[in-house]
């Protein structure tokens, strides 16, 4: 059978060859009727566009790589969905890949996106990813964009939250309910997003003049949420009140303030991190610091896209700006 062409789709739909070449890409310039009537031939007709084909001729494969470090976290969830919701919307796919904070799994990951000739990566660093990771892509030219965390000079485009602002909106409120022994707990990974976190705990709570400590480190988990609350309990002079690194922990350490009969909110205040979906509906609801997660996924797709049609373009440096959420903790 003869394969069907342009020519036999505008033939059938009473258009012309160019028409349906523009329907195919998605071009504004065709009225919506005119695209339905185009579309509904092709349908009937049974023709597949050969995007394969049309990538070779525009050198463009109009894919994306996404690689995230820990895609079990509902945060990255999140702005995956807000990547994907851009990249869809301007005729782009997205791959996935999970480092799970492997920068070896992180190394095989970008390789093979290479391979798969995307045009550009989006990346979450893994925990002890080298700096000189940065420099490699651009001697490839391969646009990239960091998300979340920062690694090497600050040169490369970039898109996150202010997290030393949120941090500092999170030690205000905690003082002005009258706490002035305030915890810092979660937060094992040594990446540039708990540095920055840290830096803004350590910075506002000095500027009341208030010690900033305890710091409990632990993995992101609510298991080890309910750990470091038992310890803090235990202290001889316990805090009063916790900033936890995300909302993950802070879920933790409502669970152990329930078990030591502890209501949090009034026996002890809380301020998570993140603003995942969950933190409206936990019992009792979290008081958190809102980063948008989908806003963030947004702005990082618009931003490789930016860089992919610019690529000699000025390095952009994106700081989401967060919000207090006043819940009951």
């Not at 028409?19 to 065709?30: I, K, N």
């Not at 947004?298 to 819940?327: F, K, S």
Request: glycine share 8%; aromatic share 6%; with cysteine.
């Amino acid at each position: 059978m003869r394969k069907l062409t342009l020519k036999d789709i505008a033939k059938q739909a009473q258009v012309s060859p160019s028409t349906v070449s523009l329907v195919l890409r998605d071009s504004p310039l065709v009225a919506e009727a005119t695209r339905s009537k185009i579309r509904a031939t092709m349908e009937e007709l049974g023709y597949v566009y050969n995007r394969g084909a049309a990538n070779l001729r525009s050198q463009r494969s109009k894919t994306i790589g996404v690689v995230v470090c820990e895609i079990t976290n509902p945060f990255y969830a999140e702005m995956v969905a807000g990547i994907d919701t851009v990249m869809d919307q301007n005729g782009w796919i997205a791959f996935l890949a999970n480092s799970s904070e492997s920068p070896e799994r992180q190394a095989r990951f970008i390789q093979r996106i290479r391979e798969q000739n995307a045009d550009g990566i989006i990346l979450t660093a893994a925990e002890g990813t080298a700096p000189e990771i940065a420099s490699q892509l651009r001697a490839w030219r391969i646009p990239f964009v960091q998300a979340l965390r920062r690694i090497g000079d600050e040169s490369a485009d970039y898109v996150g939250p202010d997290y030393r602002l949120g941090m500092s909106l999170a030690v205000e409120h905690l003082i002005g309910l009258g706490h002035k022994r305030i915890a810092f707990m979660g937060g094992a990974r040594r990446t540039s997003a708990l540095r920055e976190r840290l830096t803004g705990y350590r910075s506002a709570m000095k500027r009341h003049g208030l010690d900033p400590e305890p710091v409990f480190s632990c993995p992101a988990t609510r298991e080890q949420g309910v750990k470091v609350i038992r310890e803090a309990l235990a202290m001889r002079d316990p805090p009063t009140a916790a900033i936890c690194y995300n909302d993950v922990i802070a879920f933790g350490v409502i669970l152990g303030l329930l078990e030591a009969g502890r209501q949090p909110g009034t026996d002890f205040n809380l301020v998570g991190f993140d603003n995942i979906a969950e933190a409206a509906l936990s019992r009792p609801a979290l008081t958190t610091i809102a980063v948008e997660p989908r806003q963030i996924g947004q702005e990082v797709a618009e931003l490789i896209l930016r860089r992919i049609a610019d690529p000699t373009g000025r390095p952009e440096q994106v700081i989401i700006a967060p919000r207090l959420i006043i819940r009951d903790t």
